[in-house]
């Protein structure tokens, strides 16, 4: 059974910073991406950040330059640094990894949320 399991996240201030992280577990056929998708309440969820297995990485526009996705292929772990974060960027952020058939898998979702 896959499992995505994610942690960081949680309340900081305008400009400030915070890490998420997202860990797979059984998958059996490997990983072919894994990404970072945000859904802001009345909103419908959008791709923030993702990376193929050949460490090629796309980004959402409005996190350009500001965010970081990179991957641990090791531990099958994908890490999404966030610099300068807005008020804009408060969501509940979702681990998104797809197998080597193509097939999603979601993790249960972590929230940020930026305020001062």
């Known amino acids: 059974q896959v499992q995505l399991v994610e942690s960081g996240g949680g309340l900081v201030q305008p400009g400030g910073s915070l890490g998420l992280s997202c860990a797979v577990s059984g998958m059996i056929s490997g990983i072919y991406a894994m990404g970072w998708y945000r859904q802001a309440p009345g909103k419908q969820r959008e791709l923030v950040a993702r990376?193929?297995?050949?460490?090629?990485?796309t980004y959402a526009d409005s996190v350009k330059g500001r965010f970081t996705i990179s991957r641990d292929n090791a531990k099958n772990t994908a890490y999404l640094q966030m610099n300068e974060l807005k008020p804009e960027d408060t969501a509940v952020y979702y681990c998104?990894?797809?197998?080597?058939?193509?097939?999603?898998?979601w993790g249960q979702g972590t929230q940020v949320t930026v305020s001062s």
């Open positions: 998104n990894t797809v197998d080597g058939w193509r097939r999603d898998y």
């Open positions: 990376i193929i297995s050949l460490g090629s990485a």
